[in-house]
């Protein structure tokens, strides 16, 4: 059921330590759900999901657009950063400010005050899509928080620690659900298991979003 924030006021959320420096804001992005979807298919719009290919030759499964100064893509050649989408050779587009203001608001409830993103990675999850265990360490910042929200269907996601053999604990995240993570908890390894064949969620169906925002520059 939909919550009613007119009626009720905000939705209520819980702050979770995940790790040291990592809170999971459980509903933190619920009120504000439907306005986020439809940023993120305006900015599909302009920067189309895609399948990227890893430098391995592997094809992604969860498909990809970017917005906010710099995208991140990968090809045959690496991972990077770039300003601009290599589908159409165009700048990509500006982080929406709902999601700029999301973004600086969590943030700053995990600790982390003056979060100016320059990178907003969204991807897009359908059956059986996945992530595998992984590291972000493609940025230059890494003082800055990742900022990630969860929409959509739910998934199993899965972290460990800075060895890619330290244990990784499972955790569910669903529709509304933000994670910030900071300081020691920034180079953890982690990934999410594939989406259910049973995962929905009445809005978007079977298909999952999550938006990571990023300071790449310093
Ligand atoms: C922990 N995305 O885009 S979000 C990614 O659900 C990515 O789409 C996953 O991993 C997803 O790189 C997981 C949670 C997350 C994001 C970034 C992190 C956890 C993180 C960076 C450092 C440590
Ligand atoms: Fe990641």
Redesign the pocket.
Known sequence: MNHTPDLFGPTPTTREPLADGAWLLRGFALDQADQLLDAIQRVAGQAAFRHQITPGGHTMS?AMSSCGALGWVTDRHGYRYSDRDPLTDQPWPKIPDILRQLAAEAAAAGGYENFEPDAC?I?RYTTGAK?GL?Q?KDEEDMDAP?V?V?LGAP?R?L?GGSARTDKAAGWK?EHGDV?V?GGP????F???APLGKRAEHPVTGPVRY?L?FRKVRI
């Open positions: 969860a990675l991807n992530m992984h972000d990742i990630s969860s998934i996601f972290f995240l994670v993570w908890s920034r180079l953890f982690h990934g999410v999550n990571t």
